[in-house]
């Protein structure tokens, strides 16, 4: 077993059921991910079965299975964004990063996850990078936003 997850396992000394959706979060902030090793771990640590760990973390939008980018966009498609415009911004976002929902580029780079509402309806549309919230997205702002997120990556390359 990986220390990272031991440390976090460690946190919940009683082993209850409750406490897998916590688990799953420390988990997916450490790793940045919920891996099949780290949910067969977890399965055995609280006697869950691996099929229940995936039928709770599925449920949610915020729990991942795989990697994501270095630049891991989330697209609010909830009823206010979707009515500002969030399919069209989707279509461009896909035919730029050359990506579907929920898929991570081959370098790494970036990563696109649809969700269903993050919350700002008022900002609406909305993408939200590594935690940082774009509001009242155009197509030409997001653009604008793609371009500078390549030209800073290879900037930290070249330099």
């Known amino acids: 077993m990986q220390p990272a997850l031991t440390t976090i396992l460690n946190r ?9 959706i916590p688990l799953l979060q420390q988990i997916q902030d450490e790793f940045g991910y ?25 449920f949610y939008d915020n729990f991942r299975f795989g990697p994501v980018g270095r630049y891991h966009i989330r697209l609010c498609h909830g009823t206010a964004c979707h009515v500002a415009g969030a399919s069209t911004i989707l279509q461009e ?15 790494g780079l970036f990563s696109l996850e ?8 008022g900002l609406a549309p909305l993408i939200e990078i590594n935690e940082e919230y774009h509001t009242q997205i155009t197509l030409e702002k997001m653009k604008e936003i793609i371009r500078d997120l390549r030209n800073n990556d290879q900037a930290i390359y070249e330099g």
């Open 12 to 20: 919940f000394p009683n082993r209850l059921r409750e406490d897998l």
């Open 34 to 58: 919920l891996s099949e090793e780290t949910i067969r771990e977890l399965g055995g640590y609280l006697d869950i079965s691996v099929n229940k760990i995936y039928g709770v973390a599925t």
């Open 93 to 107: 976002l896909e035919r730029l990063l050359k990506l579907g929902n929920g898929e991570t580029d081959k370098d």
């Open 114 to 121: 649809v969700v269903s509402c993050i919350g700002a309806c």
